[in-house]
């Protein structure tokens, strides 16, 4: 089993930034994949970023790329999310995920999900 809990949610207006943290415990010897899904009331849950803990280019949403970074501290089984140019949209449950074979932003592939943590984005 592997456990995920993050932190660094919280309220911002727009155009603000927020910075997201996941800390994997456990079982994580077989972790291949961390990264940020999200969910926003009335819509599906959809993946924002994900990397390969291993190396690798990390996979990013159309919808974020420019604006979101996910690195990773793997020594430590940690992964960020560094969110930047947040706008209304950005306000969801955002979800640590772990797992996975080939890091992609299909929630299918993943076992293992934190708790979420909250972002709102409004003026």
């Known amino acids: 089993q592997v456990q995920l809990v993050e932190s660094g949610g919280g309220s911002v207006q727009p155009g603000g930034s927020l910075r997201l943290s996941c800390s994997a415990s456990?079982?994580?010897?077989?972790?291949?994949?961390m990264g940020w899904f999200r969910q926003a009331p009335g819509k599906e849950r959809e993946g924002v970023a994900v990397?390969?803990?291993?190396?690798?280019?990390?996979n990013y949403a159309d919808s974020v790329k420019g604006r979101f970074t996910i690195s990773q501290v793997n020594t430590q089984n940690v992964v960020y999310l560094q969110m930047n140019s947040l706008t209304p949209e950005d306000s969801a449950m955002y979800y640590c995920?772990?797992?996975?074979?080939?890091?992609?932003?299909?929630?299918?592939?993943?076992?293992?999900w934190g708790q979420g943590t909250q972002v709102t984005v409004s003026s």
């Open positions: 995920v772990a797992g996975g074979r080939w890091c992609t932003l299909e929630r299918w592939e993943y076992g293992y």
């Open positions: 456990g079982s994580t010897i077989r972790m291949k994949c």
């Open positions: 990397v390969n803990i291993g190396g690798g280019v990390p």
